[in-house]
């Protein structure tokens, strides 16, 4: 059974960054494809970039392009996301999740971690 | 703005049967997951792929897929049903996209 256990909450000032942890168990992490998905507060699901690992391949939504890094330990199975010059509109909960190939035409997110909030206020 | 377009709220009556749907050009080439989600609680796919639910899902859950519409379907809607259901296919870019969310209330 996979696991994704994410890192505790975090309070941020504007214009700082913020690194999110999300470790895996019981799977294999680095043929796993890890995404980031976020969710403002009253707000939907949005995401943000994956990686795979044993590829070092990392691809990120547009929005995002210009201030998220995302990258792996596959030594301690680990997937950050780290995102900078951080606004109030960052305020969210981050979810990591593993994202598995559904063929012949689509992809699931079948196992999440339980949420990181961000919170940035001055 | 999302490229996948879903109705905000839907409302059913207990025991009745709910289509959710979610609209987007990128459903023509690729299928849609979607996505219970609770408050306060992480998503959980109910549907993915060709109409494939994990084990665990009540088979009262099915998907199924027509030109740029997908659609989730709750057949015998039970009050544990009431949640936000999110779609999520691939967008233009081949990078990964929600729909908006559809709020379900059980009456």
Redesign the interface.
């Given at each position: 059974q996979v696991q994704l256990v994410q890192s505790g909450a975090e309070v941020k000032k504007p214009g700082s960054s913020v690194k999110v942890s999300c470790k895996a168990s019981g799977g294999t992490f680095s043929s796993n494809t890890i995404?980031w998905?976020r969710q403002a507060p009253g707000q939907?699901?949005?995401?943000m970039?994956?990686i795979i690992p044993i590829l070092g391949i990392t691809?990120?939504?547009?929005k995002f392009q210009d201030r998220v890094t995302i990258n792996a330990d596959e030594s301690t199975s680990t997937a950050y996301m780290e995102l900078s010059g951080l606004r109030s509109e960052d305020t969210a909960v981050y979810?990591c999740?593993r994202?598995t190939s559904?063929?012949p035409?689509?992809?699931?997110?079948?196992y999440?971690?339980?949420?990181t909030l961000v919170t940035v206020s001055s | 703005s999302?490229e996948l377009t879903q109705d905000p709220v839907v409302s059913v009556a207990l025991g009745q049967t709910i289509r959710i749907t979610c609209q987007g050009d990128s459903l023509r080439?690729?299928?849609?997951?979607w996505?219970q989600?609770k408050p306060g609680q992480?998503?959980?796919?109910v549907i993915?792929?060709k109409n494939?639910r994990?084990s665990g899902i009540p088979d009262r859950f099915s998907g199924s897929s027509s030109a740029n519409t997908a659609s989730l379907t709750i057949t015998g809607t039970q009050a544990e049903d009431e949640a936000?259901y999110?779609c999520?296919?691939?967008d233009s870019?081949?990078?990964?996209?929600?729909?908006?969310?559809t709020k379900l209330t059980v009456l």
């Open positions: 995404s998905v939907g699901l949005e995401w970039g994956r691809n990120y939504a547009q979810y999740a994202e559904s063929p035409l689509g992809v699931v997110f079948d999440w971690g339980q949420g | 999302s080439s690729y299928y849609a997951s996505y989600q992480a998503p959980v796919v993915y792929g494939k994990p936000d999110y999520n296919s691939r870019s081949g990078n990964q996209v929600f729909g908006g969310g």
